[in-house]
Antibody, heavy 114, light 113 residues
Framework: EVQLVESGGGLVQPGGSLRLSCVASGFTFSTSWMYWVRQAPGKGLVWVSHIRGDGSGTTYADSVKGRFTISRDNAKNTLYLQMNSLRAEDTAVYFC???????WGQGTMVTVSS | DVVMTQSPLSLPVTLGQPASISCRSSQSLVHSDGNTYLSWFQQRPGQSPRRLIYKVSNRDSGVPDRFSGSGSGTDFTLKISRVEAEDVGVYYCMQGTHWPPWTFGQGTKVEIK
């Protein structure tokens, strides 16, 4: 079964860090571009970051540049998002998505609050 | 950045009646490779987004044929020929031509009258 499963969300204080994971199955992960997209409570979808299949290229939204790092381990079929210097406005459900956004995970909630 | 503007933002519809959502981009979405990377997504309440349409008019596998996409350049439309109860949710357009960033519309909430 083709599947993406995110984990790692939770409650963190402003200025703190969190690492999200997205485990892929059912498709050739190593050749798939992967994305992180977030959705603040009651709001729309916002692209956060992308990484090429071999990890050779990454891009970031301006709002997270310098604070978030996307990476992948193709041997483990896993995508990561390291989030540092978290702010209240980073509070959202974070989704990983594959390819042309043709498939999405169920999301993991990140809450930044003191 | 390309701005995607959807209308309406709220769409009350009667079961069995058609519905139409407009999406406009701030610049042409025709890529240098000749393709137009405009997609539509459905997000049912409490669920993850699901891609319905890619490259303007191509339906994803398993998407009912009552959903159709059309348009060109900067002007695009998602149509539902006969709305069913399971179509309730928020619909987003997204451009993937001029990246980064990939940009979404604000979303259109479809509800039953």
């Amino acid at each position: 079964e083709v599947q993406l499963v995110e984990s790692g969300g939770g409650l963190v204080q402003p200025g703190g860090s969190l690492r999200l994971s997205c485990v892929a199955s059912g498709f050739t992960f190593s050749t798939s571009w992967m994305y992180w997209v977030r959705q603040a409570p009651g709001k729309g979808l916002v692209w956060v970051s992308h990484i090429r299949g071999d990890g050779s290229g990454t891009t970031y939204a301006d709002s997270v540049k310098g604070r978030f790092t996307i990476s992948r381990d193709n041997a483990k079929n896993t995508l990561y998002l390291q989030m540092n210097s978290l702010r209240a406005e980073d509070t959202a459900v974070y989704f990983c998505a594959r390819g042309g956004f043709e498939m999405w995970g169920q999301g993991t909630m990140v809450t930044v609050s003191s | 950045d390309v701005v995607m503007t959807q209308s309406p933002l709220s769409l009350p519809v009667t079961l069995g009646q058609p519905a139409s959502i407009s999406c406009r981009s701030s610049q042409s979405l025709v890529h240098s490779d000749g393709n137009t990377y405009l997609s539509w997504f459905q997000q049912r309440p409490g669920q993850s987004p699901r891609r319905l349409i890619y490259k303007v008019s191509n339906r994803d596998s398993g998407v009912p044929d009552r959903f159709s996409g059309s348009g060109s350049g900067t002007d695009f439309t998602l149509k539902i020929s006969r709305v069913e109860a399971e179509d309730v949710g928020v619909y987003y357009c997204m451009q993937g031509t001029h990246w980064p960033p990939w940009t979404f519309g604000q979303g259109t909430k479809v509800e039953i009258k």
